[in-house]
């Protein structure tokens, strides 16, 4: 009997969710107002350590209205990886402004604080920093380049959350972060985002744009351009018992991590493990490996016959600067571009067993091995 497939992704609902959503359909509080927005937002700020969070209906609309409350627009530049999920650049188009590519860090996949370095110009009015699949970058480094050069720094977070550097939650170190509890994230809302940040006036203006621009004196008065960025309260009776258990959630993802490094050990000399750095807590929001690029495999064919024994996985995301919207014929970003054509995202969720990653593992290793030693690349074996 064929085993059921193995989903890259999975939300895990075993809290009070169902309680809570119940609650607000029992009290009618559906939409944009009720108890659970301000709970899950306090619930945020305190686990990381900032003192104020703004809760939106998604991750990019967080981050659209982070870069707006700073003022980002036309004629301005804003540095950001080009190995990122293609929503932090459109993010940075919608205010008017323009994305500055900069290529990453091996084997971090984080953007490159040198290449930053070389890309600010006087028109350069924040970074953009990208923990990409959970690992921080180097957010020291980073911030205090943006000291010298009096730019703000905004962590688009969507992806880290739980993360550290030092013992300190990425989303403390910018100016604000956002994040991201799509259904496929650490934890989910089924849609929805956050901005997070020390800032009082940055978090007021922030709620100020989110609906509407709407007076605080007067009923339907718009003194500015505002946007329906609001999450509803049902959404957040979600983030409130998924926040009551983010230990556990992030326990999952530290021991979905060690299996994987277990039983991948001994294939370093085929893929690049998604290690942390000394002075980090990775928070394996995805665990993504890399073929080695000397060995030339063709990443697409291992994908293809992971599927085939089904097993999901992903390909790690393109180069921004691939995509059409954002295409550059001269840009050089050879570490991106090398993660991009060799890295594949591995089922990643806490409802995963150990079976599961035997499973996995089992055919991701023999499928690596022959491919590598086959040339003819014919008789890939399931396990």
Known sequence: MRRPPIRVAEPVLDGNERDYVLDCLDSTWISSRGKYIEQFEAAMADFCGVRYAVAANNGTTALHLALAAHDI?????VIVPTLTYIASV????????????????EPQMALDPM???????????AILTVPLYGHPVAIKAITQIARQHGLHVIEDAAEALGAKVDGKRVGSWGHCATFSFFGNKIITTGEGGMVVTDDPQLAERMRFLRGQAVSADRSYWHTDVGFNYRMTNIAAAIGCAQMERIDQHLRRRQQVARWY??????????LVLPDAQRDCDHSYWMYSVVLRPSLNLPRDVVIERLADQGIETRPVFY????????????????????????????????????????????NLTRFVRELTESPGRRGLRAA
């Not at 627009?73 to 530049?77: A, C, I, V, Y």
């Not at 459109?90 to 860090?105: E, L």
């Not at 290449?115 to 009015?125: A, C, E, G, L, W």
Request: glycine share 8%.
């Open 73 to 77: 627009g036309p004629g301005d530049e």
């Open 90 to 105: 459109n993010a940075i188009r919608y205010c008017g402004a323009t994305p500055v590519f900069v290529d990453s860090t």
């Open 115 to 125: 290449d930053v370095q070389r890309k600010i110009t006087s028109k350069t009015r």
């Open 261 to 270: 490094f277990e039983r991948l050990e001994d294939s370093r000399g085929s």
């Open 319 to 362: 180069p921004v600067n691939w995509m059409p919207p954002y295409r550059e014929t001269e840009g050089a970003y050879p570490v991106a571009e090398a993660f991009a054509r060799n890295g594949i995202s591995l089922p990643t969720h806490g409802k995963l067993s150990e079976d599961d990653f035997e499973y996995v593992c089992r």
